[in-house]
């Protein structure tokens, strides 16, 4: 069943993120890789703002599980994208994150989906507990 879009007010936690002219395809809007790059962008800018992720010295790090996304309307560059952020579920060891991706000032999303990862140690890949800092920080995203 296709979703529904949701409103930027059922997030959080946003960032506003400039498309770039190589974002937009042979269509004249942003190629639908190019979204999942922003779903990246506004989660570990998060974690990386918060200091939940150390980048190369953290020793746990989110490896993406499982990802989708729909798309509702276009964006195009020179747009900017405002990347809405929540968390729907906290488990032992992984984070289901929300996005929706809204265009310039609109309130309603042009597409959204989510991103899991399993946080697993850097070395040996194996999962590890979220930290409580982890948690205590993320309960603040929870949908």
């Known amino acids: 069943m296709r979703p529904e879009p949701q409103s930027l007010d059922s997030y959080p936690h946003t960032l506003t993120i400039p498309t770039r002219w190589n974002d937009n395809d042979v269509y004249g809007h942003v190629n639908n890789a ?17 200091g939940l992720l150390e980048i190369g010295t953290s020793e746990t790090v989110g ?3 499982d990802t989708g996304c729909a798309y509702f309307a276009p964006i195009s560059f020179p747009d900017d994208v405002v990347a809405g ?8 060891s992984s984070i289901r994150y ?5 265009r310039n000032e609109e309130t309603t999303a042009s597409a959204q989906g989510h991103f ?3 946080y697993v140690d850097e070395k040996t ?3 590890k507990p979220l930290s409580a800092a982890m948690k ?4 603040k995203l929870q949908a």
């Open 125 to 127: 890949r194996r999962p």
């Open 85 to 92: 952020l929540r968390v729907a579920k906290l488990g032992s």
């Open 136 to 139: 205590t920080q993320l309960a």
């Open 34 to 50: 190019i979204y999942y790059l922003y779903f990246d962008t506004v989660v570990n800018r998060y974690l990386v703002d918060n």
């Open 98 to 102: 929300e996005i929706g991706l809204f």
């Open 116 to 118: 899991v990862h399993v």
């Open 63 to 65: 490896l993406v599980v």
